[in-house]
């Protein structure tokens, strides 16, 4: 059974910096992993990813802010995100692609005060 836990999220300060974690179990063979993210009234979007050989790619809105790693014998990534704004308040999801098919967890959320 495939399970993708994320944790870390909460109330900051603008300014500040929060440390998400995204834990994948019952699942092998990952491409890649990584964390889109949805505010409220908006679509969700794209935030960072990590493939199985350690490239990454970001949002140009979180380039130079967020990173993104990953600990493989745990199968976790985590997302570092620092100068947080309240433009990063959303609900942050992991998502997780063996191949073509995906896996999405159910989010953690993170808002920012001014």
């Known amino acids: 059974q495939v399970q993708l836990v994320e944790s870390g999220g909460g109330l900051v300060q603008a300014g500040g910096s929060l440390r998400l974690s995204c834990a994948a179990s019952?699942?092998?063979?990952?491409?890649?992993m990584g964390w889109h993210r949805q505010a409220p009234g908006k679509q969700r979007e794209f935030v960072a990813t990590?493939?199985?050989?350690?490239?990454?790619k970001y949002a140009d809105s979180v380039k130079g802010r967020f990173t993104i790693s990953k600990d493989n014998a745990k199968n976790t990534i985590y997302l570092q995100m620092d100068s947080l704004t309240p433009e990063d308040t959303a609900l942050y999801y992991c998502?997780?692609?063996?191949?073509?098919?995906?896996?999405w967890g159910k989010g953690t959320l993170v808002t920012v005060s001014s």
């Open positions: 019952g699942i092998s063979s990952i491409t890649v």
């Open positions: 998502k997780v692609q063996v191949g073509y098919v995906a896996y």
């Open positions: 990590i493939t199985s050989g350690g490239s990454t």
